[in-house]
């Protein structure tokens, strides 16, 4: 499973939906996987708060042993071609560019992305699933 940043955030704020996929995940053995785009938005948040000594502390401790995955080449191909095709669409939703990397990390790996639905509601790619929060 792929983790965006609203999952993350949800996690630490220890909403139900969020703690019930974290548990499913953990029982099933499932592993949940990091973006470095997602670390950037975190840490982005963390820069900007007014706690990033405990903000920084907090997403640290959802971070561990969580691997990290990184943004490829092809990744970044497939992230771009998203990102222009909300950006120029009359009827999507627009995808920013991190939710565009991420999704395009989720399709490399044929794994589901966990996130909020309104991020991802008009992303239209075979085989993209969406565990909602």
């Not at 640290?60 to 990184?70: D, Q, S, T």
């Not at 990397?101 to 490399?108: C, E, R």
């Not at 309104?118 to 790619?125: G, L, T, W």
Request: proline share 5%.
């Amino acid at each position: 499973m792929i983790l965006d940043t609203s999952f993350l955030v949800a996690l630490r704020d220890q909403e139900p939906r969020a703690k019930e996929i974290a548990a499913e995940a953990e029982a099933a053995g499932r592993p949940t996987r990091i973006p470095t785009p997602v670390i950037h938005e975190i840490y982005t948040a963390v820069g900007a708060g007014t706690d990033p000594v405990i903000n920084q502390s907090d997403y640290e401790a959802l971070f561990a042993n969580r691997p990290v995955i990184v943004l490829d080449e092809e990744d970044a191909r497939r992230s771009g071609v998203l990102f222009g095709r909300h950006l120029v669409s009359d009827t999507k939703r627009r995808l920013d560019r991190v939710d565009a990397m991420v999704v395009s990390l989720a399709l490399g790996l044929n794994e589901p992305l966990v996130g909020r639905d309104s991020d991802f509601s008009d992303v239209e790619a075979d085989s993209f699933e969406l565990i909602t929060i």
